[in-house]
Nanobody, 115 residues
Framework: QVQLVESGGGRVQAGGSLRLSCAASGSTSSINTMRWYRQTPGKQRALVAA??????TTYTDSVKGRFTIYRADAKNTVLQMNALQPEDTAVYYCNALLGDWRNFWGQGTQVTVSS
């Protein structure tokens, strides 16, 4: 089992920055990939960024050049979000993918970007 707790959401004006953190506990040594998703009302949860165990990162096109995912340490994953736009408004979820393909989710954190 892996437990995930997100922090760092909030409200910011367009062009501003926020840093989301995801703290993992439990069987963290089994984590293969850490991912950030986001979800808006009426839509499916969508992948924003991912970082593999080896440090390889991937981003959805709309955030490339603005968002950065990195591992602060073995148990904390960060999503640095710069140049935020109103369309980035969503609930952001941290996800851990284990080597046995099990997924674990955090509770989500709200990000609101005003124009």
């Amino acid at each position: 089992q892996v437990q995930l707790v997100e922090s760092g959401g909030g409200r910011v004006q367009a062009g501003g920055s926020l840093r989301l953190s995801c703290a993992a506990s439990g069987s963290t040594s089994s984590i293969n990939t850490m991912r950030w998703y986001r979800q808006t009302p009426g839509k499916q949860r969508a992948l924003v960024a991912a970082i593999s165990e080896s440090g390889t990162t991937t981003y959805t096109d709309s955030v490339k050049g603005r968002f950065t995912i990195y591992r602060a340490d073995a148990k904390n994953t960060v999503l640095q979000m710069n140049a935020l736009q109103p369309e980035d408004t969503a609930v952001y979820y941290c996800n851990a993918l284990l080597g046995d393909w099990r997924n674990f989710w955090g509770q989500g954190t709200q990000v609101t970007v005003s124009s």
